[in-house]
T-cell receptor, first 113, second 115 residues
Framework: DGGITQSPKYLFRKEGQNVTLSCEQNLNHDAMYWYRQDPGQGLRLIYYSQIVNDFQKGDIAEGYSVSREKKESFPLTVTSAQKNPTAFYLCASRTASSGNTIYFGEGSWLTVV | DQQVKQNSPSLSVQEGRISILNCDYTNSMFDYFLWYKKYPAEGPTFLIS?????DKNEDGRFTVFLNKSAKHLSLHIVPSQPGDSAVYFCAANSMGGGSQGNLIFGKGTKLSVKP
């Protein structure tokens, strides 16, 4: 089945550690996105990538890094510089034929302990 | 400053009645609007959209109305069902692309449909 796969679903991290969240899509979508959801805050854009080997900062990029070496993959690293990393992270993708509609993965819960 | 606002954090409706979720925006460059539905611990799913050349779009029980002069849109669900209970996000962007091509989301409205 085509879709967007995020892993792991749940992740615990100790303070001071980096952690990488995986996002893979087999939809052949060009653009990929990372959002963060906090209670009462809606969805905020962390990073996005329109094409391979190119990505741009979103509204809350500090403390995060990404790479886009392959069209189907857009991993997000939450670094120790991120002050409040505990959140629900959502990966999404879009292609020109979907217009302005983006499609989301199932999300990853990150908890810092 | 919030460009997309959902001023009601929650809404409770009786099963079979109409649910009306509201959304306001401030950026006059926005010309495409979407509604997403989200269950806890899941990714949002696309529900319905509307471009600024229309003032209404209907899909089954879901209808979105757009009032450009008021910079306001609303999602109507008729009749409401218990399975509609979820958080609904309004989103907007500009089809002109660039950074405006990225979706800007409201904070969501939690809809509870009671049997």
């Amino acid at each position: 089945d085509g879709g967007i796969t995020q892993s792991p679903k749940y992740l615990f991290r100790k303070e001071g550690q980096n952690v990488t969240l995986s996002c893979e899509q087999n939809l052949n979508h060009d653009a990929m996105y990372w959002y963060r959801q906090d209670p009462g805050q809606g969805l905020r854009l962390i990073y996005y990538s329109q094409i391979v080997n190119d990505f741009q900062k979103g509204d809350i990029a500090e403390g995060y890094s990404v790479s886009r070496e392959k069209k189907e993959s857009f991993p997000l690293t939450v670094t120790s510089a991120q002050k409040n990393p505990t959140a629900f992270y959502l990966c999404a993708s879009r292609t020109a034929s979907s217009g302005n509609t983006i499609y989301f993965g199932e999300g990853s819960w990150l908890t810092v302990v | 400053d919030q460009q997309v606002k959902q001023n009601s954090p929650s809404l409770s409706v009786q099963e079979g009645r109409i649910s009306i979720l509201n959304c306001d925006y401030t950026n006059s460059m926005f010309d495409y609007f979407l509604w997403y539905k989200k269950y806890p611990a899941e990714g949002p799913t696309f529900l319905i959209s509307i471009s600024s050349i229309k003032d209404k779009n209907e899909d089954g029980r879901f209808t979105v109305f757009l009032n450009k002069s008021a910079k306001h849109l609303s999602l109507h669900i008729v009749p409401s069902q218990p399975g509609d209970s979820a958080v609904y996000f309004c989103a907007a962007n500009s089809m002109g692309g660039g950074s405006q091509g990225n979706l800007i989301f409201g904070k969501g409205t939690k809809l509870s449909v009671k049997p």
